[in-house]
């Protein structure tokens, strides 16, 4: 099975902001400005680069308290998973359900899908192109969601300042977490998903001539 | 052969996959159809009947409910007596001291700066075109900055986060919803039908050529 003709094949390149095809050669899209490149060959380096800083923001992130509570005389310091405990402890399981999916869930799957997709374009994999490229689609869309921890802890602080009655302030952990979300997110961004499907022809072409 | 077929073609008419990098001849779909990608079905083209002026009221819509939202209080806390409002901007600027104002300043852009700057972006770039203009100096680099700006607002996250802070204090204190709040989830609504609107393709063409428009105009 072939499929359709690439940019690069027909010797031309394509600018992925605008999709607008240039002759092969050209150094930045006239269009929308975009500097261009058949196949971003730094790609794989940057996509390293800020996955091992959100790594590294990440595990502060989940060590040092996300948020300081004080209620009336006794202060209460809470990290990530500590909070979603107390929340599932007080009866509200389905939202300490939704801290642990954004918090925990969504930032390790993403490190490790982030990692297999940028391994598996190096080293060839026998999961189809559609299924990779479905799960870059899904990384993409769903990294940001895990913003909504910080998101929280910005609303309680703001909102939580009764005097003596209760206050919430923000712990270290707060920043951490959202540079680890940052971090990722460009690491996701600066990923070629056009070398998924490059290799995936590589593998195929070498099938039957082997 | 078909590849060397394609290679002669005018790069003009020509789209690329952003995602696979799939060569096309670039066709205005018919009303109602998609050009999506046959290797990796990333959807490429999908105009709709009138979208300008569609796109056009939206982004009116959302510059007015964010700085609706900004202005007047978002939710409303009480406990024994005590009771305290906050607005969209208080949450965003409530890390102070040290390194957390950093924080304060993301927080910020993220849900008030970037989806401000996309509104205004987004009229000052379509609208002329909208109403069988040329397009605006440096129309083309700021609809690239604006598609830039997309993964960074997070207006939609900030409305669950709402909902989430709602629950984690509900055994604290009492909270309640205020008119900003209603306006950002308004927002929120309208950010999701403003993306799904915008086919970029045709903005991209209607930049590049001036005559969107028009031609928009005539196959309606
Ligand atoms: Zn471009
Ligand atoms: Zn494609």
Known sequence: ?210 | MHSTDIAQVDPGELIACPQCDALYRARMPGHGERATCARCHTVLIAPRKRAGMIIIALAAAQLILVLGAVWFPFLKISRQGFVNNATLLDAALSFTGGPLLVLSLAVTALIVLVPLARAILTIYVLGPLVFDRPAPPGALRLFAMSEEMRPWSMAEIFALGCAVALVKVADLAHLSFGPAFWMFAGLVFLTVIHDRWMCRWSVWQALEHGYGARRDKATA
């Open chain 1, 1 to 210: 099975m072939s499929g359709p003709v690439t940019a690069r094949a027909a010797g031309f390149v394509a600018c992925t902001r605008c999709t607008r095809v240039w002759p092969g050669g050209t150094a930045q899209c006239g269009r929308c400005g975009k500097p261009l490149v058949s196949r971003d060959t730094h790609s794989l380096s940057r996509v390293w680069a800020w996955w091992v800083a959100g790594l590294l923001c990440y595990i502060p992130a989940n060590l040092y308290p996300m948020l300081r509570t004080r209620v009336l005389f006794t202060t209460s310091e809470d990290t990530i998973v500590g909070g979603a405990v107390e929340l599932a402890l007080h009866g509200a399981p389905f939202v300490a359900l939704i801290i642990l999916v954004a918090s925990v869930a969504i930032p390790i799957g993403k490190f490790v899908a982030i990692a297999w997709l940028a391994v598996s374009v190096r080293r060839g994999s026998r999961t189809t192109p559609h299924s990779r490229h479905r799960m870059y689609e899904i990384v993409e869309y769903i990294g940001r969601w895990s913003m909504i921890d910080v998101f929280v802890v910005a609303i309680l602080t703001a909102l939580v300042q009764l005097n003596l009655a209760a206050s919430i302030k923000p712990g270290p952990a707060a920043l951490a977490f959202a540079l680890s979300v940052i971090f990722t997110m460009l690491s996701a961004q600066a990923f070629d998903p056009r070398l998924i499907w490059d290799r995936a022809e590589d593998d195929t072409d070498a099938g039957p001539r082997a």
